[in-house]
């Protein structure tokens, strides 16, 4: 056989096999290139809280790049268990992720009947924003002071009332621990959200909350709630007159929210690093920082094992305080 024709019936067999092949490269330069179409994003809180205002600001800078729009869809509920399962259970194809608050690590100790494992049911992309806690009170409060606190509790137990977004939510836990690490007995009043909470202690209806750095700052700025400490490692530029809850004496008292972007488990890695890589884009552009900051947040980001490795410790260092206090919904 010549070459000529040697080479033509090469070139007919490679043009045979690429057609009859899956995996030829037209078959590939053919399949769609994710996202092919628009990208669910579940938010387990209600509209206009801070899970929601994240997932939307990060959504609008990623739908730019990706080329795709990142739809909202707000499922609360169980203490952010609703939406968390509405993403395990959703499709692992990249066309539902979630925009999650930390309270996920915590209600699935908290509902009987619920399977819903963090560490396993889903698949970490990214950690957003974190915000610190801030113990809070009305500006007619006659409390100045952590301790100011922590005296009249302890000559009033089980009389002095202190708010939460609802049981098992950041807000409720930190003042739990607030109890263990003072001795206190307070009486706890849960409300269906942080806003009808911060609402009633500004209308002075309930003297304390630990509210998010992010929700308050503003607030007490204007004069219109008086802050007694912060619940990190060290004060806010925002408020550098608020001292530390290490330094008012309780440094057991430790706690943040934080807010992440997950998808169901079993989503394929090439479709968790582009995600990965828009989230962390979106988290870097100065308008996205500068939002964040205003709030009282503090932009996180990075490699998807920065948010797996905060799952896997926070689950059981609040399984501890959820048996030890016996908290339920």
Known sequence: MNSPTRLMLTRRAMVVATVASPF?????????????KPIRVIVNSAPGGLTDVVARLLGAKMSTALGQPLVVENRPGGAGL??????????????TVGVLASAITVAPLLVSGTSFDPRKDLAPVSLLVTTPMLLVTNVNSPYRSVAQVVSDAKGHPGQIAVASGGNATMTHLVAEQFQVEAGLNLVHVPYKGGGPALNDVLAGQVPI???TLSTSTKLVQDGRLRALAIVAPERSPALPDVPTMAEAGYPGV?????????????????VLSRLNDEANKALAAP???????????TVEGGPPKVLSDLIQSEVPRWARLVKDRNIRM
């Open 287 to 297: 308008d996205v920082r500068e939002r964040m900051t205003a709030l009282g947040g």
């Open 254 to 270: 430790q706690g943040r929210a934080w807010f992440a972007l997950v998808a169901p488990a079993g989503t394929p890695p090439a």
């Open 82 to 95: 609703v939406g968390a399962e509405a993403v395990a259970k959703a499709e692992p194809d990249g066309y």
């Open 24 to 36: 030829g490269a037209p078959a590939l330069a053919q399949a769609p290139t994710y996202p092919a």
């Open 209 to 211: 909350y630990f509210d």
